[in-house]
């Protein structure tokens, strides 16, 4: 009853004050939003929400409007939890052109689109610190390919998508040096340093990845980025700031200018040049890896070569439109004909309309050029100014009737307006101060609406607290009416930055439950026990080894020496859903597996000294799953303990193998 | 996984039960592990001839051939050796599962089928299966074989037996 009265008082005061004043915790959720919520036991969630890990580099998938956690999917993190990175198959895919790289920063996603809407083929993830695009694939929610970016340095504004996912782009945050000449003075900035865009292909079918072209542009810092869609399809936007070129104290020394520039390009007409000969080949190297589902490993190949294409050059691919104060967001709504830039520092939120900008080009009505590209004139290609929207605009998604929804970093708030009339229509607080936000669908042709998710930056006394570091805050809200509604406070892992939401149904049905035994192509597969072996060939050691509930063949091992190199590859010959299976060999200090149903999996094991080694199941598979053990005996080196290895009764290999 | 069984009937010792779970609620739980509860009195333990059981599940009828389908003997050896042989052993011997010898004379055609193919079901309702898990304690995995590869298994089941 007090709550209650609480929550009428604070609704008449918000009725009388409609302003950004911060409603507090307890007043701000209304009294249905449980039964919102509120998934039974037992039944689904509606949509998916695939979420950035931020700083862990990993990808977190939760269901709404619960906000229960489903799965984190390994993509440029190692993954104690299934051996991602860890096991000899997986390996590769965190292979770069510097080695293997354990652990990156995952700041963005984007859903693979056909006609501009959502197919829930892939999920497209950016590596933010050593620059590289992964490729998820929905079916398995398996990472299946990574490729590294030539020329890149913190990659941002990235993976951003074509409506048809003809392309997935990445743009440098960090201009650098690109070519031969790397070790060069860093306050020779405005000479050596570049921006680059690279333009990836994705095969419609295979989903393959490749590095088409990349665009060079001015040293500068490129934020994120959108493509256009239905009239601009063609067409790709992105925020810049830094259009300073400092090279120091960027705090001070970037927030000089009062408007830095979003850049348009014709992808289009930059792809017909690359097509058509017109680019540079630069000699490069970057990593691209692949996960091949039959063989169930992936590969890692260095490529050797990209084409560039120079704006000074080709005169007509891109365009620089002025935008206030360090603009981040640059947000095209659905219909394709707004682009909505979010100048950080600046206190409204200008909308840029497209048709103006192809006539303004058209009309060559520049008001001059940024390092030889043409400037537009930001009054000629402005739609309007939505005015005092709030502190600190961001990101800017959509819903289907009109409407885009900005989070405000600074005055902590998510700010409903009207596209075309530029109208504040509502303002719901967040806990707290808002990054990235997420409406299903909302960045595409035709948005699912009814939720905003806000992932907050700051976290404080939402949960019970874990010392220093606190889970991050994700906020749900219910956008189906006129005024937002708060329903749901959930944690997330890691630091999510940007997100995206699919109705469930595009997914589920597709999921994979098992992988076919017979359709293991895995050079080390062991088809049924019968083919349980151990093979040694000089210091190397194969063990072919299946688990089935509740015994691993062989379960017995002699023979090995101190310093052989072995491996073991185990074979799951379930074919059940959800029965996976765990191998661990004590003091190994290459971690874990976790074998699917179907799956053969390589865990590599150099012992060091000589003794008796127990290994198990770890994941609890049946009533009989802590008799699920083996033994392997290693002896010192140059002994003469003969290979030998069985289930039941021991099999001795012959010693010439 | 869940299952809609919104009429379900079942023989269990000559007596006949009837199960009615709308949306498959709370009888027997289809947890992985635990052997499936069973109401007392109602486990048949004896695990003898079974001549008119044939199971739950589609298969009612299934024909046998003479001779043996050496094709389909092939194929269910293959099958055997990679979804099977783990824990099925081809002499009398009980391994993890019971041994394959006699399996034909102690199972109708039908009640094999259906076991292979329609396994949590069965574990779950049928007196014999739950017998058997009673003896084993490890629920035998649903190995996904289509109809096709259980025949096959059932024909190479036969060979084993010496049956023509």
Redesign the interface.
């Known amino acids: 009853m007090k709550k209650f009265l609480l929550f009428s008082l604070s609704l008449g005061a918000v009725a009388l004050l409609p302003s950004c004043k911060m409603k507090t915790a307890e007043t701000a959720v209304s009294g249905d939003a449980a039964s919102k919520v509120y998934v039974a036991p ?1 039944k689904y969630d509606e949509f998916y929400n695939f979420v950035s890990g931020g700083f862990n580099g990993q990808v977190s998938v939760y269901g709404l409007p619960s906000g229960r956690l489903l799965k984190i999917i390994p993509v440029f993190s190692v993954f104690p939890e299934n051996g991602y990175g860890y096991s000899e198959e997986t390996k590769a895919m965190l292979n770069t052109t510097a080695g293997l790289i354990p652990w990156d920063d995952q700041h963005h996603l984007t859903l693979s689109q056909t006609n501009g809407e959502q197919d829930g083929r892939w999920l497209f993830a950016n590596a933010n610190n050593t620059p590289r695009v992964a490729r998820i694939d929905l079916t398995t929610f398996k990472t299946v390919e990574i490729l590294q970016l030539p020329n890149s340095a913190g990659n941002h504004s990235s993976p951003y998508l074509t409506e048809n996912t003809e392309y997935v782009v990445a743009g440098t945050r960090f201009a650098v040096p690109i070519g031969e000449q790397q070790d060069v003075p860093i306050s020779s900035f405005k000479e050596n340093f570049k921006s680059t865009v690279s333009f990836i292909s994705v095969d419609k079918n295979s989903g393959r990845m490749n590095v088409a072209f990349q665009v060079v542009l001015p040293g500068m810092d490129l934020d994120l980025s959108r493509a256009g869609k239905g009239p601009s399809h063609g067409w790709f936007f992105f925020s810049t700031y830094n259009t300073e070129q400092a090279n120091t104290l960027l705090e001070v020394n970037a927030s000089e200018k009062d408007k830095d520039f979003i850049v348009a390009i014709n992808w289009q007409k930059a792809e017909a040049y690359a097509k058509a000969g017109k680019g540079k080949k630069m000699k490069v190297q970057y990593a691209h890896n692949v996960f091949h589902e039959e063989e169930q490993s992936a590969t890692s190949t260095t490529e050797t070569e990209v084409i560039v294409l120079d704006p000074n050059e080709l005169k007509d691919i891109v365009y620089m439109i002025p935008c206030p104060k360090s603009p981040h967001g640059c947000d095209v709504d659905p219909s394709g004909e707004y682009i909505v830039g979010s100048g950080k520092l600046a206190a409204l939120i200008p909308v840029f309309s497209y048709q103006k900008i192809i006539k303004a080009i058209d009309a060559k009505d520049f008001e001059g050029d940024y390092q030889g590209i043409p400037v537009l004139k930001y009054n000629t290609v402005l739609h309007g100014e939505v005015q005092k929207p709030g502190l600190g605009p961001l990101h800017t998604e959509f819903d289907a009737n009109g409407n885009a929804y900005t989070s405000m970093f600074l005055s902590s708030e998510i700010v409903k307006w009207n596209v075309k009339s530029l109208e504040v229509l509502d303002r719901a607080p967040t806990y707290y101060s808002i990054g990235h936000l997420c409406v299903p669908g909302g960045d595409t042709k035709k948005p699912w609406g009814k939720y905003v998710i806000a992932y907050n930056k700051i976290t404080k006394d939402r949960y019970l607290p874990t010392g220093p570091e606190l889970a991050q805050s994700a906020q749900l809200y219910d956008i189906s009416g006129e005024k937002m509604k708060l329903l749901l406070d959930f944690p997330t892992v890691g630091e999510p930055h940007y997100a995206q939401a699919i109705a469930a149904d595009m997914i589920k049905d597709k999921s994979v439950k ?1 992988y ?3 359709k293991n192509k895995h050079p080390y597969v062991a ?5 349980a072996k151990v093979v040694r060939k000089g210091n190397r050691v194969d063990i072919y080894m ?1 688990a ?4 691993l ?1 062989p379960d017995n091992i002699e023979g090995v020496y101190v310093g052989d190199e072995v491996y073991f590859h185990v074979t799951n ?7 996976p299976h765990g191998f661990a060999i004590k003091n190994n200090p290459n971690a874990e597996l976790l074998i699917m149903p179907g799956e053969t999996v390589t865990l590599k094991f150099v012992p060091e000294k000589a003794g008796i080694y127990p290994y198990y199941c770890t994941d609890f598979c ?3 799953h802590q008799e699920m053990q083996g033994y392997l005996r290693v002896s010192p080196k140059g002994s003469n303990v003969p290979l030998k290895f069985g289930t039941g009764e021991m099999k001795a290999v012959a010693a010439n193998q | 996984m869940h299952y809609k069984h919104f009429f379900s009937i079942t023989f269990t010792a000559g007596i006949l039960f009837i199960y009615g779970c709308g949306g498959g609620s709370t009888q027997q739980a289809d947890t992985r592990e635990t052997p499936a509860a069973t109401p007392a009195g109602e486990t048949g333990t004896t695990a003898g001839t079974a001549d008119d059981k044939k199971g739950i599940g589609k298969f009612t009828d299934v024909p046998l051939t003479h001779p043996l389908d050496a094709k389909m003997v092939t194929a269910g050896e293959k099958t055997y050796d990679v979804k099977c042989g783990s824990c099925h052993k081809l002499s009398e011997e009980k391994l993890v599962g019971p041994g394959w010898k006699g399996v034909t004379d102690r199972r109708t055609p039908e009640w094999i089928m259906n076991f292979i193919t329609n396994v949590d079901e069965m574990l779950n309702k049928d007196a014999e299966a739950q017998a058997m898990l009673e003896i084993c304690m490890v629920r035998m995995p649903n190995q996904n074989l289509s109809d096709e590869e259980a025949r096959a298994v059932l024909e190479f089941m036969r060979k084993n037996d010496g049956k023509n």
Request: glycine fraction near 8%.
């Open positions: 037992g098992i076919d035994i017979n088809m049924g026990e019968k083919n299946t089935i509930r509740s015994h063949n010959l379930e074919q059940d859903w959800d029965v049946s009533a009989l």
